[in-house]
């Protein structure tokens, strides 16, 4: 681990200037560039007072970062199935509702639809991978094949149905998460 540069990197993110940083730690200006060009190390208890002016402790800053999943399959998708409505919801990110976007993969069977979502804050936006849907936003209807996605910026009451004979199935992907 490179002290400086990570002493850098929080500096940057806290938006300090090496002098407001010297400042608040009661050390010089000099002291903290060449701490973060690697060229002097702190003592301990210097080390605490810079972390703690860049808000951040000594445990946290020489712990590793945890390994995040990237790649995801069926066994981490959580599904909800909704026999009323006739639809199947599936997370294709676990915990995605913590994420600035959520993908879910919804399947309508014929005469099924969405609970009407009532106006919110953000962008939805849809991809067709099989059959055809009816978008309702408001008291507008589009129809959206095969092949083809929408942009909903959700502030009128929106919901999807599906009137064909044939299941339909999109991928549907709610900023900030709303599923």
Request: proline residues 6%; glycine residues 6%; aromatic residues 8%.
């Amino acid at each position: 681990m490179v002290i400086g540069e990570k002493i850098r990197f929080l500096r940057q993110q806290n938006q300090l200037t090496q002098e407001e940083l010297a400042d608040r730690c009661e050390l010089s200006k000099g002291f903290i560039s060449l701490l973060e060009r690697n060229m002097t190390s702190p003592s301990i208890s210097t080390l605490k007072y810079i972390l703690e002016a860049l808000g951040t402790d000594l445990a946290v800053f020489f712990s590793e970062p945890e390994e995040q999943m990237v790649v995801f399959s069926g066994e981490h998708y959580a599904i909800k199935r909704n026999a009323d409505e006739k639809s199947e919801l599936c997370w294709l990110i676990p915990n995605a509702q913590k994420n600035a976007m959520e993908p879910v993969l919804l399947t309508l069977e014929p005469d099924g639809q969405t609970y009407p979502d009532n106006p919110h804050e953000g962008e939805e936006i849809g991809y067709i991978l099989e059959g055809t849907i009816t978008l309702v936003i408001g008291k507008k209807k589009y129809t959206v094949k095969h092949g083809e996605s929408f942009l909903i910026h959700p502030d009128k009451p929106h919901y999807l149905m599906n009137r064909g004979k044939r299941v339909a199935k999109l991928l549907w992907i709610s900023s900030p998460p709303s599923f």
